[in-house]
């Protein structure tokens, strides 16, 4: 009996970071930080922190299921666990496809904004050359593919820390202009600090997407648990200097007309044309894209192989060893969604869908750990943690929903 083609476990502690670190750094603060400081004004690092402990609690409930649950498809199977109904799964595993597409999308549309520092080429063309190049790119195969995101990412950090020395004189100012950064008790100053956090949490998705690739991760109950609290940890360090940079450096409106905030930043630091910092960004949301693709990639594969999906995307590539059907199905919709929706529509639309999923996963390991609250070799993590992130999650939804029929 010939058995079907696995994919192929070679991914490290270290590359499955640089993996997570990638899409979280890419996506967001390289493109979103200054629509960030249009909402929240100088309160944006508060917007930062508030997403960032909302990604925290159920990026530590992720870190259980994906001990517990070490597959691809990683969200559709935890609902699948914990709720047991097969018609929500599927849609949780859609969902969890759709927020990756929407993201490269998002993504390829912040990567238009730093290309035009060095060329001018119709936006079109240019997500067009992009997505099918990182479509190719995510086709070739895991290890190649893993080996040029977490090149990239060791760029992007190095890109952020670049940002934060050169503006380190807004730093020095920060003891005494903390007082303004602090934000008083007052409703409209927190609703547009809860406006600002709801699109600075987009600047942290990508966490979930480490737990899609289980299935070609090396001792995967270990590493993965491992790998996504390190890398959520590290992205909050990371955004909150860069926050406190841009509003120290320059008036929150400001940053909030430029498409490419960080070269800007970096200009008026140095007074320098801002070719490096450009470039970096480039690679950045590149990065960001190729990751969310190959996720939605796998999700598509896992759905397939749980019998959800047609099992021709559950097919892989003999030489390969990657879903080559479910990958080209992810590109063409990223395509698609990129030539048609603006940054700002995809990056919300992008939140409120991961947070509809985040309450669900977060529910489904409230039941998980009423029927198995003790499995062996596996960290657990005290039963508030997942339903405050479903409390949390579910209030941030309620929120945005209120301000849409409030507008």
Do not use: C
Request: net charge positive; charged share 10%; no cysteine.
């Amino acid at each position: 009996m010939t058995h079907p083609t696995e994919l192929k476990r070679t991914l490290s502690l270290a590359q499955l970071v640089l993996y997570g670190l990638g899409t979280i750094l890419g996506a967001g603060i390289y493109v979103l930080v200054g629509k960030v400081a249009g909402l929240a004004g100088l309160y944006a690092p508060v917007a930062f922190v508030v997403a960032a402990v909302l990604a925290g609690l159920t990026g530590l409930s992720y870190a259980e299921l994906s001990a517990r649950y070490p597959r691809s498809a990683g969200e559709a199977v935890y609902v699948q666990e914990g709720l047991q109904r097969r018609a929500l799964s599927v849609l949780v595993g859609s969902l969890i496809i759709l927020t990756g597409v929407v993201s490269a999308a998002t993504i390829a549309n912040g990567f238009v904004g730093y290309l035009h520092v060095f060329v001018t080429v119709p936006d079109w063309l240019a997500v067009t050359l992009l997505v099918l190049l990182l479509g190719a790119l995510a086709a070739w195969g895991i290890s190649e593919s893993v080996m040029a995101a977490s090149l990239i990412t060791l760029v992007e950090v190095g890109g952020l820390i670049l940002v934060i020395l050169v503006a380190g004189d807004s730093l020095g100012t920060l003891p005494a202009r903390l007082p303004e950064l602090i934000p008083p008790p007052d409703t409209g100053v927190w609703l547009g600090i809860m406006l600002g956090a709801f699109l600075a949490f987009y600047a942290f998705i990508g966490f979930e997407d480490m737990v899609n690739v289980a299935e070609e991760v090396k001792d995967p109950g270990r590493i993965l648990p491992l790998a996504i609290v390190i890398t959520i940890v590290v992205s909050t360090v990371l955004y909150l200097l860069v926050a406190l940079v841009a509003v120290l450096a320059l008036p929150p409106a400001e940053l909030a007309q430029s498409r490419a905030p960080l070269a800007l930043i970096y200009e008026r630091a140095t007074g320098s044309a801002p070719t490096l910092i450009s470039l970096i960004s480039i690679f950045a949301v590149v990065n960001g894209a190729l990751i969310q693709i190959i996720m939605a990639a796998r999700v598509l594969y896992g759905m397939s192989r749980e019998g959800w999906l047609h099992r021709a995307l559950g097919k892989v590539h003999a030489r390969t060893r990657t879903p080559l059907l479910a990958t080209a199905v992810a590109t063409a919709i990223v395509l698609t969604l990129a030539l048609w929706l603006p940054l700002v529509t995809l990056a919300k639309a992008t939140s409120f869908i991961i947070l509809m999923v985040f309450a669900l996963v977060n529910l489904s390991l409230v039941r998980i750990k009423r029927k198995h609250p003790r499995p062996e070799g596996i960290r657990i993590y005290p039963a508030w943690i997942p339903l405050a992130g479903f409390l949390s999650a579910t209030g941030f939804v309620l929120f945005q929903l209120y301000q849409l029929i409030g507008n």
